[in-house]
Nanobody
Framework: QVQLVESGGGLVQVGGSLRLSCAAA????????MGWFRQAPGKGREFVAS????????AYGDSVKGRFTISKDSAKNTVFLQMNSLKPEDTAVYYC????????????????WGQGTQVTVSS
């Protein structure tokens, strides 16, 4: 069982930056992958980024590639999402997720989810 807690959301102006954190309670083994998703009002859950815990192979959604970076602190069992050059269309609730297996982009592949953190980008 894995519990995930996100933090770091907030209100930021266009072009600004935020860093989201996802702290995992319960051991994250080398076979796990971590993911970030987001959901804007009235829309489905969108893949943002994911990474394997071991080797840290990464993948990004097309809309955030080059602007967002996923990273981790293994000692703290924490995954981060550094978001730069933020746009109004980045406004959403951001969720951290975990799954046992290879790099995954579909939300249905993730059994463990955090509660979400709101990111609002004002123009």
């Amino acid at each position: 069982q894995v519990q995930l807690v996100e933090s770091g959301g907030g209100l930021v102006q266009v072009g600004g930056s935020l860093r989201l954190s996802c702290a995992a309670a319960g051991r994250i083994y080398s076979g796990y992958s971590m993911g970030w998703f987001r959901q804007a009002p009235g829309k489905g859950r969108e893949f943002v980024a994911s990474a394997t815990w071991s080797g840290f192979t990464t993948a990004y959604g097309d809309s955030v590639k080059g602007r967002f970076t996923i990273s981790k602190d293994s000692a703290k069992n924490t995954v981060f999402l550094q978001m730069n050059s933020l746009k109004p269309e980045d406004t959403a609730v951001y969720y951290c997720a975990a799954t046992f297996g290879t790099l995954a982009r579909a939300s249905s592949q993730y059994p463990y989810w955090g509660q979400g953190t709101q990111v609002t980008v004002s123009s």
